[in-house]
């Protein structure tokens, strides 16, 4: 199985503020990783596909990048709504893997 | 807009099975891989397998042995079943659909969730 290791796994930030959050690989994933958003006592939101693609109808305060086994999230500019936890996922092969996610807390 | 609606059991014995069904409308379920997920209560994601409308499937090894899904297109639902269950089964499980954009794939409709307790 392809591990996922996130970091941090909590970070805290003031709206306005710059947010990086970093997904390491395993093994080479080419671009197969993915990007989302989950708040308290919803199901996650896909942000983020292929590495660096924005998903339909996600802000552009959103970006990703990376390829092989590093990964980049980053959040330009925090918004009260962003408050919330971050998941890396790959589809490189199965079984599917997630990290272990990143809790964005209000400074 | 496509739309998964899981089942809701709610409480399972130990050692009996958990049965759960995903509902999909809004769309049709053919030329997709659906997927269920499940997340113990503060804790992580865990991918759990999925099923493609031709009935392929993959299964996350740490739970092969117990599971088990299906694929009913007429009714446009598919099926997660998982026998043998502990109180370590206990999570908010989800549905979801994979969606092959040719350079990723990602899950990109989820269901709400469902909270399945195992506990007698």
């Known amino acids: 199985d392809i591990q996922m290791t996130q970091s941090p796994s909590s970070l805290s930030a003031s709206v306005g503020d710059r947010v990086t959050i970093t997904c390491r690989a395993s093994q080479t994933i080419s671009s197969y990783l993915n990007w989302y958003q989950q708040r308290p006592g919803k199901a996650p939101n896909l942000l983020i596909y292929a590495a660096s693609t924005l998903q339909s109808g996600v802000p552009s305060r959103f970006s990703g990048s990376g390829s092989g086994t590093d990964f980049t999230l980053t959040i330009s500019s925090l918004q009260p709504e962003d408050f919330a936890s971050y998941f890396c996922?790959?589809?490189?092969?199965?079984?599917?893997?997630f990290g272990g996610g990143t809790e964005v807390e209000i400074k | 807009q496509v739309q998964l609606q899981e089942s809701s059991p709610g409480l399972v014995k130990p050692s009996e099975t958990l049965s759960l069904t995903c509902t999909v409308s809004g769309g049709s379920i053919s030329g997709y891989y659906w997927s269920w997920i499940r997340q113990p209560a503060g804790k992580g994601l865990e991918w759990i397998g999925r099923?493609?409308?031709?009935?392929?499937?993959n299964y996350n090894p740490s739970l092969k042995s117990r599971v088990t899904m299906s694929v009913d297109t007429s009714k446009n639902q598919f099926s997660l079943n998982v026998n043998s269950v502990t109180a370590a089964d206990t999570a908010v499980y989800y549905c979801a659909r994979e969606r092959d954009y040719g350079s990723g794939r990602g899950l990109d409709h989820w269901g709400q969730g469902t909270l399945v307790t195992v506990s007698s």
């Open positions: 996922q790959q589809g490189y092969s199965t079984p599917r893997t």
């Open positions: 099923i493609s409308t031709s009935e392929n499937t």
